[in-house]
């Protein structure tokens, strides 16, 4: 089993930045690719960006690219999503994702059910 708590979020103007943080626990060596999803109220949930853990290869959304960055401290055991000139549009409950099968998460944005292990929610909310 794999656990994952998430940190940071909250409200910051557009074209602010936040930080997010998940620390996995449990059997962690086994984990092939973790994500980042957000969901708006009223919509689906999707995927931010993704990335393969083993060799640190990354995909994004083409709403985020360029202003978000995807990384991990294997160290920690933390994934991190640093998300700079944040928009309105970016307000949502954003969510870190784990899963030891594997995928072409650094080719392509992988459905929620391919991943296994979910992290509890955080906000982001972004004002005009």
């Known amino acids: 089993q794999v656990q994952l708590v998430q940190s940071g979020g909250g409200s910051v103007q557009a074209g602010g930045s936040l930080r997010l943080s998940c620390a996995a626990s449990?059997?962690?060596?086994?984990?092939?690719?973790m994500a980042w999803f957000r969901q708006a109220p009223g919509k689906e949930r999707e995927g931010v960006a993704a990335i393969y853990i083993a060799g640190g290869s990354t995909y994004y959304a083409d709403s985020v690219k360029g202003r978000f960055t995807i990384s991990q401290d294997n160290a920690k055991n933390t994934l991190y999503l640093q998300m700079n000139s944040l928009k309105p549009e970016d307000t949502a409950m954003y969510y870190c994702?784990?899963?030891?099968?594997?995928?072409?998460?650094?080719?392509?944005?992988?459905?929620?059910?391919?991943?296994?292990?979910w992290g509890q929610g955080t906000q982001v909310t972004v004002s005009s």
């Open positions: 994702a784990a899963d030891y099968r594997r995928s072409r998460c650094d080719q392509e944005l992988l459905p929620q059910e391919a991943y296994n292990y």
């Open positions: 449990g059997y962690t060596y086994s984990l092939y690719c």
